[in-house]
């Protein structure tokens, strides 16, 4: 059974930083492409950051592209979402994924999330 356990949130006031980690269990996680993603209140979710199954490419949202950083240590199954000059709007439950393609389309998994407060 696919699982992503997610941690690090919190409150942090602007400017902060936080590091985000995701475990994943029940799969071979060094196979597998992992990534980050961000629901605001009334919002849709959106994709934050990936990152290939070796870590050698990543990708960073424009938005917040010189603040958020994505690695993975494949040893520990984990991926970590590295977040700095934390901005109000970075506010957001934030989710760790993977998705997995296959000749029907493709089959995502998400944890549980993990909340990211940010005021003063």
């Known amino acids: 059974q696919v699982q992503l356990v997610e941690s690090g949130g919190g409150l942090v006031q602007p400017g902060g930083s936080l590091r985000l980690s995701c475990t994943g269990s029940?799969?071979?996680?060094?196979?597998?492409?992992m990534n980050w993603y961000r629901q605001a209140p009334g919002k849709e979710r959106d994709v934050v950051a990936r990152?290939?199954?070796?870590?050698?490419?990543?990708y960073i949202a424009d938005s917040v592209k010189d603040r958020f950083t994505i690695a993975r240590d494949n040893a520990k199954s984990t991926v970590y979402l590295q977040m700095n000059a934390l901005l109000p709007e970075d506010t957001a439950l934030y989710f760790c994924?993977?998705?997995?393609?296959?000749?029907?389309?493709?089959?995502?998994?998400w944890g549980q999330g993990t909340q990211v407060t940010v005021s003063s």
């Open positions: 994924n993977t998705r997995w393609y296959n000749s029907q389309g493709y089959q995502d998994y």
């Open positions: 029940g799969f071979t996680f060094s196979s597998q492409g």
């Open positions: 990152i290939t199954f070796a870590g050698r490419t990543t």
